[in-house]
């Protein structure tokens, strides 16, 4: 399988802070990677996918790069509601795996 | 608005069975892929089966093959998940997601908000 680890996996950082998250693959996925957003008690959220693209009605504060095996995902100026676990999720090949996640608090 | 609505969780003592169901409003649902998407308390995510548009086709990951199986009616607009055997390591929050693909990568662009399922004596 597949391992997908992120670094850090926990993190303080203040509103208006610019934040990033690392995503690193075992093996090279392409671009086949996608970023989630989890809060206490609601769905989860889908952020980016292809590794670089903006999901619909995600605000552009959010981006993200990479290929291959390392990828980020960049917060640029956070916001309250952006305190929230960060997960990367490869699809390149079976069984898709996620990475372990990100907790972002605040300071 | 796309929606989807988990139901059928609850506490299962071990080997035991629970059907999942998830029910979705606000697209064409048999046009799309479903999944299974599963969280242990306090863990991360662990994707646990999909099912193509038509029902056809199912994959699964490896520790829940031949012991859950993936359906969906599509009358009904509501995809399920049959879990038999059932151990402690299956207990998680079971999420339901739609499967979007695309030409740069498949992913899962809507989730439900979960159902608990608690495998304990």
Redesign the interface.
């Known amino acids: 399988d597949i391992q997908m680890t992120q670094s850090p996996s926990s993190l303080s950082a203040s509103v208006g802070d610019r934040v990033t998250i690392t995503c690193r693959a075992s093996q090279s996925i392409s ?4 970023w ?1 957003q989890q809060k206490p ?6 952020l980016i ?3 670089s ?1 903006l ?1 619909s009605g995600v605000p552009s504060r959010f981006s993200g790069s990479g290929s291959g095996t390392d990828f980020t995902l960049t917060i640029s100026s956070l916001e309250p509601e952006d305190f929230a676990t960060y ?1 990367c ?1 490869q ?1 390149y090949f ?8 990100t907790r972002v608090d605040i300071k | 608005e796309v929606e ?1 609505v988990e139901s059928g969780g609850g506490l299962v003592q071990p080997g035991g069975s629970l059907r999942l169901s998830c029910a979705a409003s606000g697209f064409t649902f048999y046009n799309y892929w479903m999944t299974w998407v599963r969280q242990a308390p306090g863990k ?4 646990v089966a999909n099912i193509n548009h038509n029902g056809i086709e199912q ?1 699964y ?2 520790p829940v093959k031949g012991r859950f199986i993936i359906s969906r009616d599509d009358a009904k607009n509501s995809v399920y998940l049959q879990m038999n055997s059932l151990g402690v390591d299956d207990t998680a929050v079971y ?1 339901c ?1 739609r499967l ?1 693909f ?13 159902a608990l399922v608690t495998v304990s004596s």
């Open positions: 671009i086949y990677l996608n989630y008690g609601k769905a989860l959220k889908s996918y292809g590794g693209n999901q997960y999720q699809s079976g069984p898709w795996t996620f990475g372990q996640g | 989807l991360g995510l662990q994707w994959y990951v490896d999420y997601a979007r695309g030409s740069t990568t498949n992913y899962f662009d809507y989730w439900g908000q979960g």
